[in-house]
């Protein structure tokens, strides 16, 4: 397609389309000709995933650029920002996007590498061998990222608190997600069609994310009041951990 039809796609002027360009945002189009520039699918969707990260993140170009270059940046980021990024990436590149490396994450982290190798063996993430050495997707960088900045604000040894006590969030994910997989296929199969459930799930996963971290705070602080006032928490039998031991 031509810039034209580009524009009219995505409802973004060229002249921001070129910033983008210019940026590295978006993949440069093809170009049978030096005059002619043909642009793809994955233009338009790259595009979009730009816009909805300013738009629903509050993200500017430069953090975006940062957080694609594994960067990170100083200033919170919603989770669901993450999975725009990844895909933002893989347009951009044209394959699962360039990981980002444990090492780069040591200065501002020291632990990075040690509490990767700890996620990564309760299955919480994945750690990419490369040439180079170890990397982590965008979104597995970020869980560092925080466990990282957790730690700085003293969830660390001293109080029993390290990276295995998060394979708890792994039952805790997997029992979220398979009612929410479920219910949804339950409401919508033959009801509508792929992509108008493709949409819905585009834009309420990240509505759910706030809400289900909205109804977690409010869980929290009933439980730390019940715990103090000696009540037993209420907790499904199969989501209990065992309590952690000092040796």
């Not at 040894?157 to 997600?177: C, H, M, N, S, W």
């Not at 715990?227 to 989501?239: K, L, Q, V």
Request: charge should be negative; proline fraction near 5%; charged fraction near 30%.
């Amino acid at each position: 397609m031509k810039m034209r039809e580009l524009e009219d796609r995505t409802g973004v002027h060229r002249e921001t389309i070129r910033v983008l360009l210019r940026e590295g945002l978006i993949p440069e189009p093809a170009r049978p000709r030096k005059t002619v520039a043909d642009y793809g699918e994955e233009h338009v969707q790259a595009i979009l995933a730009v816009r909805r990260l300013q738009r629903e993140n509050r993200l500017t170009l430069a953090q975006i650029k940062a957080l694609i270059s594994g960067e990170g940046t100083d200033g919170r980021v919603e989770a669901s920002a993450f999975d725009q990024l990844e895909q933002l990436v893989a347009h951009r590149v044209g394959v699962d996007g360039p990981p980002v490396m444990i090492a780069s994450l040591l200065d501002r982290y020291p632990h990075a590498a040690e509490d990767a190798r700890t996620l990564a063996r309760i299955g919480i993430l994945d750690i990419i061998k490369t040439e180079q050495g170890d990397a982590l997707s965008i979104t597995c960088a970020q869980l560092i990222r925080i466990w990282g900045d957790m730690r700085k604000a003293g969830f660390d040894q001293r109080l029993d608190y390290t990276p295995e006590i998060l394979g708890f969030y792994t039952k805790a994910a997997d029992f979220v997600g398979r009612w929410e997989a479920s219910t949804f296929m339950e409401r919508v199969e033959g009801h509508i069609d792929v992509d108008e459930a493709a949409t819905m799930v585009e834009h309420a996963l990240p509505l759910m994310l706030d809400f289900f971290g909205l109804l977690r705070q409010r869980a929290f602080f009933h439980h730390v009041d019940a715990i103090r006032a000696g009540a037993e928490a209420d907790i499904p039998n199969d989501m209990i951990m065992p309590p952690t031991t000092r040796p």
